[in-house]
């Protein structure tokens, strides 16, 4: 799976929330930062993150 950094970005801007607040969620910086570059993720990381800013998990995925 990957994320849409575009729908993630403005994701985190409607949550008002930074890289500080989903590592506090318990989303390592190093995995927030290969998926904003562009690597895969599993299913549960993604679920975190969506999670973490308050989306569903749909809002945030790399469109197929």
Do not use: H, Q, W
């Not at 890289?19 to 318990?26: F, H, I, Q, S, W």
């Not at 995995?31 to 993604?46: K, V």
């Amino acid at each position: 799976m990957k994320l849409n950094r575009e729908k993630y970005e403005l994701a985190r801007a409607r949550s008002c929330k930074g890289m500080k607040d989903l590592v506090a969620a318990g989303i390592p910086k190093g995995t927030l930062c290969r998926l904003i570059g562009g690597g895969d993720a599993r299913p549960e990381t993604i679920g975190k993150i969506a999670r973490a800013l308050g989306v569903d998990v749909t809002e945030i995925l790399e469109d197929e």
